[in-house]
Nanobody, 127 residues
Framework: QVQLVESGGGLVQAGGSLRLSCAAS????????MGWFRQAPGKEREFVAR????????DYADSVKGRFTISRDNAKNTVYLQMNSLKPEDTAVYYC????????????????????WGQGTQVTVSS
């Protein structure tokens, strides 16, 4: 079992930055693909970014490309999401997720393909 705990959310003005962290416990996550998703009120959970186990491969949703950066520190069993140039439409609960198996890049955008989820952290961007 892998337990995931997100932190770093909060209230920020448009144009500002936040860094989210996802701390894992129970198992080392160095062999897990890790993803960030978000869910705004009344909307479905959507893919934001993912990173391979070794950190050499990343993918981003078009809506965050160039503004968000996913990274990981396997020695700390932690994954990060650096969010810059935040917009009001980035307001959502952000979740991290872990996936043991590999696959085509598009498969990492599907929530059902992840094995473990955190409880989420709220990000609110004011205009």
């Amino acid at each position: 079992q892998v337990q995931l705990v997100e932190s770093g959310g909060g209230l920020v003005q448009a144009g500002g930055s936040l860094r989210l962290s996802c701390a894992a416990s129970g198992r080392t996550i160095s062999s897990y693909h890790m993803g960030w998703f978000r869910q705004a009120p009344g909307k479905e959970r959507e893919f934001v970014a993912r990173i391979s186990g070794g950190g050499g491969s990343t993918d981003y949703a078009d809506s965050v490309k160039g503004r968000f950066t996913i990274s990981r520190d396997n020695a700390k069993n932690t994954v990060y999401l650096q969010m810059n140039s935040l917009k009001p439409e980035d307001t959502a609960v952000y979740y991290c997720a872990a996936r043991r198996s590999g696959g085509a890049p598009w498969t990492f955008t599907i929530t059902g393909n992840y094995d473990y989820w955190g409880q989420g952290t709220q990000v609110t961007v004011s205009s």
